[in-house]
């Protein structure tokens, strides 16, 4: 599995530092848990910041800080080899990490998946974030997701199949990370489903006028 798509450095700045919200972080998370290289940059923000930690007086540094780093100290216990290891069964059929399975019911015949038409499901992960929300999306092989673009941020990590836009050819492992000046219209590698983690905090800006008035039906 060659990753080619990486998360950006402000992005796991703001996690290593546990300034980012749930939904955010178990992007970021199912990302790391694919990615050596992100791992190692991780690992030397995480050396980084203790360092400044260490060097710093206690009036210096707010008990919000400190909280964040002991829950990522806690978090990351268990990460290279919890995060890395396959979930049982259809978990690990499609590559979905730990991280992302935790949030779904450990029975694989009662997995709840909503269609949102045209062949594409989802499963709404059940998280404590109310500024965005995580999905996990099956897309047909050889489907067009349809045109548009964003209100807001948009995460994308990839744990099978995969998806070419305009801004690259994306596979297992790949995170992409959009704002809302990009346009694009995803469309699904031929011969395997794509299945992916999918962050948001805003709704989606389709171009196509009925799927514009469906939206509010779908939840997307």
Same mark, same amino acid.
């Given at each position: 599995?060659?990753?080619?798509?990486?998360?950006?450095?402000?992005?796991?700045?703001?996690?290593?530092?546990?300034?980012?919200?749930?939904?955010?972080?178990?992007?970021?998370?199912?990302?790391? /848990?694919?990615?050596?290289? *992100?791992?190692?940059?991780? /690992?030397?923000?995480?050396?980084?910041?203790?360092?400044?930690?260490?060097? /710093?007086?206690?009036?210096?540094?707010?008990?919000?800080?400190?909280?964040?780093?002991?829950?990522?100290?806690?978090?990351?216990?268990?990460?290279?080899?919890?995060?890395?290891?396959?979930?049982?069964?259809?978990?690990?059929?499609?590559?979905?990490?730990?991280?992302?399975?935790?949030?779904?019911?450990?029975?694989?015949?009662?997995?709840?998946?909503?269609?949102?038409?045209?062949?594409?499901?989802?499963?709404?992960?059940?998280?404590?974030?109310?500024?965005?929300?995580?999905?996990?999306?099956?897309?047909?092989?050889?489907?067009?997701?349809?045109?548009?673009?964003?209100?807001?941020?948009?995460?994308?990590?990839?744990?099978?199949?995969?998806?070419?836009?305009?801004?690259?050819?994306?596979?297992?492992?790949?995170?992409?990370?959009?704002?809302?000046?990009?346009?694009?219209?995803?469309?699904?590698?031929?011969?395997?489903?794509?299945? *992916?983690?999918?962050?948001?905090?805003?709704?989606?800006?389709?171009?196509?006028?009925?799927?514009?008035?469906?939206?509010?039906?779908?939840?997307?």
């Amino acid at each position: 599995m060659k990753i080619t798509h990486h998360v950006s450095d402000e992005l796991l700045l703001d996690y290593s530092s546990g300034a980012l919200s749930e939904a955010w972080s178990i992007a970021v998370a199912a990302h790391l /848990s694919k990615c050596s290289h *992100c791992r190692a940059t991780y /690992s030397e923000l995480e050396e980084v910041g203790g360092a400044l930690l260490t060097g /710093s007086s206690a009036g210096d540094v707010s008990d919000d800080i400190f909280e964040n780093v002991l829950e990522r100290l806690d978090d990351d216990k268990g990460f290279s080899a919890k995060e890395v290891k396959k979930n049982a069964e259809w978990a690990g059929s499609f590559g979905i990490p730990t991280v992302v399975a935790d949030y779904l019911p450990t029975n694989s015949t009662n997995l709840p998946w909503k269609s949102l038409g045209l062949g594409v499901n989802q499963i709404v992960l059940d998280t404590k974030d109310k500024s965005a929300t995580a999905r996990l999306l099956k897309i047909p092989a050889g489907k067009k997701v349809p045109h548009h673009s964003h209100h807001g941020r948009e995460l994308t990590v990839v744990f099978s199949g995969g998806f070419t836009d305009v801004t690259g050819d994306y596979g297992p492992g790949d995170i992409q990370e959009l704002g809302g000046d990009v346009e694009h219209q995803p469309w699904v590698r031929e011969g395997e489903d794509c299945v *992916c983690l999918a962050v948001t905090d805003a709704p989606l800006k389709f171009s196509n006028v009925a799927v514009r008035l469906a939206q509010p039906l779908i939840g997307i």
